[in-house]
């Protein structure tokens, strides 16, 4: 008996539910217009939410496809608080691999770039030589063949090696007849047994070959000699990242006094998992703060939907007046409105999740290059989906809470006995739709102000002072092949007759030799002065470079002389230093004729035996530390001191960079077919791709976050205005009636509008002091806090109010009193 009554119960309810949502579909059938405008606005914030979930699920939270992703770690070594190294000699990395306690397995990649010989001309790739048992600690099986294996380490193994699909992809056409075909890489005859699936790139590299690292010095290939060895491996089951650095922490205490460069005194080891690492710093506070300025926007979008239902539920109170008279109960009203709240989110959903697909398009276009992990895939994935829908039912809750609390709220008998057309509940929930008000105007000043700051912040960027057009300086970075280029004369002698015939092509004003380009130089050494105490360790930027360098980049001279071309081709002892290693380094002296020496060089198999060099000119300051640094102390020494002096070309030309390139190109190809140019391209490329990119990508997408969310707010005010309107109709019947003017009720009306505003305004602008605090990494050259910003947004929010109460007001100061008045 109480199994079918209990089945009844349920049955009833079935019926009942059912019975609530035909109700519901009717009723937003009925109104189409405001189901419309509801469906679009709380698409637009579910959407917008959902991609910027897709884009940090993909790029930090799961970017990577490896077995037990989440426990891959890599040590890295800070002294002072400040970075150190990321890479390890030989002997530290056996070390940590045979006698720590923490990690499950430990592997090893030496970085190396790698040159294919091709028939058109060598092509450079990434690559490394990788420790036996990689491949297995990662779990990925072979696209295509095979991966590398511990006899393929061995010595007089056959020397193979495995690409990336990527690559495969690229330079030979998806062919599978490519496994066991042998090719030169770097002079040397290798086969390709096995092609790796697509997101398989440990390292970001392309290619990878075996390599059994033992304790001492290692020596991947003839002539190559590496001892710097990127480390990873997983964490133990329930092993924490400071656990396993402090485990290192006592395996590394040796190296102290052993190896000083790689663990200076007091150094730390850090280990951090690959997940955190995945995305640059200031990439991860950026996608953070969309999040929040997304999170902002769907707020806003729920206000305003919420609006729109609680005045809906307010001209409904007649009906809800009788269903209650007739039996229904509190429950049920509220029941009912909250399903017609789901079917607007749940349709609102379908099109949010189509708004998201389209946003990931346009977002992954411009989304910075090495800013996340080259394995990350940004998509609507499952995760992203299942985000959705948890949208989708908060946004329920949120929309349909106003309405229903409103619903709970009403007395039948009161509203029975009430003629006017929604008038109690007009009257009386008036404040809580001002306050919805309210708060979206806040929260789009918010949005507003951080995107105008972000504006600022790009504008200084690009108006920084470079003292030269970047447009119209090229740069050209050569990879050369390590065996048949290991001597310094050999491969200057070839840029000496590349630069010779580049300065003959019109237009063309300086060339040069160059081992870093500018606004950043990644060559750090020590520079001691002779009689000058003993400085901290790679305290100054360091350039290999020859005498048209300085012509190239308009540095003028301030002291001295200049590198001539008698100072490059004898690979003389003389160095050129900026205005702020003279000004750190000597005061008010001219350095001009002191000596200095390079500690860190001096480990150089083909460094100058006679380590003084004598400084014998001063130049004007360039940027060495990216465009929001100043810049540092920066020292300039003839390129053909030494083979790892690396060598580029930069040239200053006032003719098309594409021809200049062109002939670079064409230039090497002929010289030495081997000799690949890895990248190459303007100054004004080079600060696109690395420097304006990042600040670009955060300011268009918050940009339009910020141009939604100003839009929802204008939607906003309208209807609440023109509701107001509606529900004051006849009071302004009778203001007419007694004599108010068109004026008078427009400014009635506006008053309104504006108070609403103005609030939201001052709130917005009084969090958008706190809250700026938290993309302050993301802005430079204006305060947080700017006036000007501040106040531009101010009256762009107060001009668009304006408009949106301006369409209300003008039609209530047009109503026709003997209309009004008899308006129910």
């Known amino acids: 008996m109480n199994e079918m009554v209990r089945e009844r119960q349920i049955r009833n309810g079935l019926q009942s539910i059912l019975a609530e949502c035909r109700y519901a579909l009717r009723n937003l059938r009925k109104s189409s217009a405001f189901a419309a405008v509801a469906v679009f606005t709380l698409a637009l914030g579910i959407g917008s939410t959902t991609a910027i979930f897709s884009v940090i699920n993909g790029a930090l939270l799961n970017p990577y496809p490896y077995k037990d992703a989440e426990r891959l770690a890599t040590p890295k070594v800070f002294a002072a608080e400040q970075f150190r190294a990321w890479r390890f000699p030989a002997a530290a990395f056996v070390d940590f691999k045979e006698h720590n306690h923490t990690f499950d397995d430990l592997f090893g990649l030496v970085y190396h770039q790698f040159h294919l010989a091709r028939s058109q001309g060598a092509e450079e790739f990434p690559g490394g030589w990788v420790t036996p048992g990689t491949f297995e600690s990662l779990g990925i099986r072979p696209f295509l063949g095979r991966t590398l294996t511990t006899d393929d380490a061995k010595a007089g193994a056959p020397p193979v090696f495995v690409i990336s699909y990527d690559l495969w992809t690229k330079v030979f056409g998806r062919d599978k007849n490519v496994l066991g075909v042998t090719y030169t890489l770097d002079a040397t005859r290798m086969t390709l047994v096995g092609v790796m699936p697509p997101r398989f790139q440990i390292g970001e590299v392309d290619l990878w070959m ?36 402090a485990d290192l922490q006592v395996i590394a205490s040796p190296f102290q006094s052993i190896d000083p460069i790689y663990f200076p005194p007091q150094f730390k080891i850090v280990v951090n998992t690959l997940n955190g690492d995945a995305a ?10 969309l999040m929040g300025a997304v999170t902002m926007l769907l707020l806003i979008a729920c206000s305003n939907v919420a609006n729109l239902l609680l005045a809906r539920a307010t001209t409904r109170e007649q009906e809800f007046g009788i269903r209650s008279a007739l039996g229904a109960s509190r429950f049920r009203l509220v029941r009912q409105l909250l399903v017609e709240s789901f079917f607007l989110a749940l349709v609102s959903c379908a099109l949010g999740c189509l708004f998201a697909y389209l946003g990931l398009q346009a977002m992954i276009a411009f989304i910075p290059a090495n800013t996340i992990p080259l394995e990350a895939v940004i998509t609507l994935s499952p995760v992203a989906l299942l985000f959705s829908l948890g949208a989708t039912i908060f946004t329920t809750l949120v929309c349909g809470l106003a309405p229903a609390l409103h619903a709970l709220r009403s007395d039948c008998r009161i509203t029975l006995s009430t003629t006017g057309k929604g008038a109690v509940g007009g009257f009386r929930h008036g404040k809580l739709r001002s306050i919805l008000v309210v708060a979206e105007v806040s929260l789009a000043i918010v949005l507003l102000v951080g995107s105008g700051l972000l504006l600022r912040s790009l504008a200084a960027l690009r108006s920084v002072n470079l003292n030269f057009n970047p447009s119209q300086v090229v740069y050209a970075d050569i990879s050369w092949p390590e065996r048949r280029y290991d001597g310094t004369q050999r491969k200057h002698l070839l840029l000496r007759q590349v630069l010779d015939h580049i300065s003959q092509l019109p237009g063309v004003q300086a060339v040069s030799e160059s081992s870093f380009f500018p606004p950043y130089t990644f060559g750090w050494t020590t520079v001691a002065i002779t009689g000058k105490p003993r400085p901290e360790n790679r305290n100054t930027a360091s350039i290999f470079c020859s005498e048209g360098y300085f012509h190239a980049l308009n540095l003028p001279l301030l002291r001295g002389t200049l590198l001539s071309r008698s100072d490059i081709d004898s690979a003389r002892h003389v160095v050129i230093v900026n205005q702020s290693f003279a000004r750190d380094r000597f005061g008010q002296d001219d350095p001009v004729g002191h000596r200095v020496r390079f500690s860190d060089y001096e480990t150089w198999p083909d460094w100058p035996h006679d380590p003084y060099f004598e400084i014998i000119g001063v130049v004007g300051d360039a940027k060495n530390s990216g465009l929001q640094e100043p810049p540092k102390p920066e020292i300039y020494l ?18 098309n960079p594409s021809t200049v390139l062109t002939q670079i190109r064409a230039e090497v190809l002929s010289l030495d077919p081997d000799v690949a140019i890895s990248e190459a391209g303007t100054i004004a490329d080079l600060l696109q791709k690395y420097y304006f990119s990042g600040p670009r990508f955060l300011f268009i997408t918050l940009c339009t976050f910020a141009t939604i969310s100003l839009l929802l707010v204008a939607v906003g005010v309208f209807s609440v205005i023109s509701y107001t309107v509606v529900m004051r109709t006849h009071e302004i019947g009778i203001r007419m009636a007694l004599g108010a003017h068109a004026p008078q009720i427009l400014a009635l009306v506006l008053n309104k509008g504006m108070r609403l505003i103005l609030c939201g305004i001052v709130i917005g602008l009084s969090a958008s002091v706190f809250l700026t605090r938290f993309i302050a990494s993301q802005i430079w050259g204006v305060s947080t806090t700017d006036p000007l910003t501040f106040g531009a947004i101010a009256c762009i929010a107060f001009f668009v109010g304006i408009l949106a109460c301006l369409i209300p007001a003008r039609r209530a100061s047009r109503l026709d009193p003997l209309v009004a008045l008899r308006y129910e």
């Open 280 to 289: 640059g710093g200031h990439f991860q506070i950026g996608l953070f703060a």
């Open 638 to 655: 003839p390129a053909s001191l030494t083979d790892a002096a690396g060598g580029g070309i930069i040239v200053r030309s006032v003719g």
């Open 210 to 245: 075996p390599l059994d690292i033992k304790r001492d010095t290692f020596v991947p290939g003839a002539g190559l000699v590496s001892n710097e060895i990127w480390t990873v491996g997983h964490l133990k089951t329930g092993v924490s990242p400071q656990t396993a650095a």
